[in-house]
């Protein structure tokens, strides 16, 4: 089976601090890169995607950085906020594919 | 409102009943998936539906069984339940145009 491997598994910030979440791939036929953020009790939602034409895409405080070549790519969120801590998936997906996911990153911003 | 619908949130059974977990979507997206999420926080898939009347195991074997007899509707069966079936129930659904996946709240599962 295809994998996403995804690291760190936790993650403890000051407030204002950039965290960063890494994830890579294999499959090479994938050509869209989710985000996801789940708070406790709740299910992931979609944060912010990105195709691999781009090397990077900003959505507020959100970046994702995209590697092609060492097929990897990077979540990072400037200014982090104690809402912001949650726990983040990063995903994959090509074509008509399922979704392969990540193994989850919790993320606490401390005040 | 388009969304996404679990119910119940919270469920208590004792060992040996059978339990339907709804979930419906209004958003008319072909297919839908239920996820398995222990604490451990990683997402396993056990089905997932690409249609009316089509459904398929996911990669995590489960000893539940799915249904997709309408667009909107696709619930989860559990003919028996076991302690070993407590866990959190996430069902999803995506639109054949729309890579991104829209998950429900959830279902907590306990079985005693």
């Known amino acids: 089976q295809q994998q996403v491997k995804q690291s760190p598994q936790s993650l403890i910030v000051q407030k204002g601090g950039i965290p960063i979440i890494n994830c890579a791939y294999e499959n090479t036929a994938f050509d869209y890169f989710p985000w996801y953020q789940q708070f406790p009790g709740k299910g992931p939602a979609l944060l912010i995607a990105i195709r691999p034409d781009v090397s990077e895409k900003k959505e507020g405080r959100f970046t994702i950085s995209f590697n092609k070549s060492a097929k990897q790519f990077s979540l990072h969120i400037m200014d982090s906020q104690p809402g912001d801590s949650a726990t983040y998936f990063c995903a994959s997906q090509g074509g008509y594919q399922k979704v392969t996911f990540g193994t989850g990153t919790k993320l606490q911003v401390i005040p | 409102e388009a969304d996404i619908y679990q119910t119940p949130r919270y469920l208590v059974i004792g060992t040996g009943k059978k339990i339907t977990l709804e979930c419906s979507q209004t958003?008319?997206?072909?297919?839908m998936y239920w996820y398995q999420q222990d604490p451990g926080m990683e997402l396993h898939l056990i089905h997932y539906?690409?249609?009316?009347?089509?459904?398929e195991k996911g990669d995590l074997s489960s000893e539940s069984t799915v249904s997709r007899i309408r667009t909107e509707h696709f619930p989860l069966t559990l003919e028996s339940a076991r302690p070993s079936h407590t866990s959190q129930y996430l069902c999803a659904s995506s639109d054949r145009g729309n890579y991104g996946y829209t998950f429900g709240s959830g279902t907590r599962l306990t079985v005693v």
């Open positions: 539906s690409y249609g009316v009347n089509s459904t």
């Open positions: 958003m008319g997206h072909d297919k």
